[in-house]
Nanobody, 113 residues
Framework: QVQLVESGGGLVQPGGSLRLSCAASGSFFSRYGMSWYRQAPGKQRELVAT???????NYADSVKGRFTISRDDAKKMAYLQMNNLKPEDTAVYYCNVPTQGWWGQGTQVTVSS
């Protein structure tokens, strides 16, 4: 089983940037696609971005052109680069292995002036 630990969240002003990291432990990381989800207060968890094990990416319409998902299989890491952040991006962000149902504990991102 793979364990996931997110980091990199924090408080940022609108228009700012953050880079979230997801560190994975265990074997066979490179076999799995990875996803980032987010959940804002009072809202359902929503898919933000996915990256397949071969590198193909997909994004929610709300973040296209602003967020970039990537992975480093040698380091067992997944990343979410978030640029031009907006207040509506405020949420707890989670990394996920969708085919296995594995989740991290989440990292808080707050966009506010």
């Amino acid at each position: 089983q793979v364990q996931l630990v997110e980091s990199g969240g924090g408080l940022v002003q609108p228009g700012g940037s953050l880079r979230l990291s997801c560190a994975a432990s265990g074997s066979f990381f490179s076999r799995y696609g990875m996803s980032w989800y987010r959940q804002a207060p009072g809202k359902q968890r929503e898919l933000v971005a996915t990256i397949a094990n071969v590198g193909r990416t997909n994004y929610a319409d709300s973040v296209k052109g602003r967020f970039t998902i990537s992975r480093d299989d040698a380091k067992k890491m997944a990343y979410l680069q978030m640029n031009n952040l907006k207040p509506e991006d405020t949420a707890v962000y989670y990394c996920n292995v969708p085919t296995q149902g594995w989740w991290g504990q989440g990292t808080q991102v707050t966009v506010s002036s």
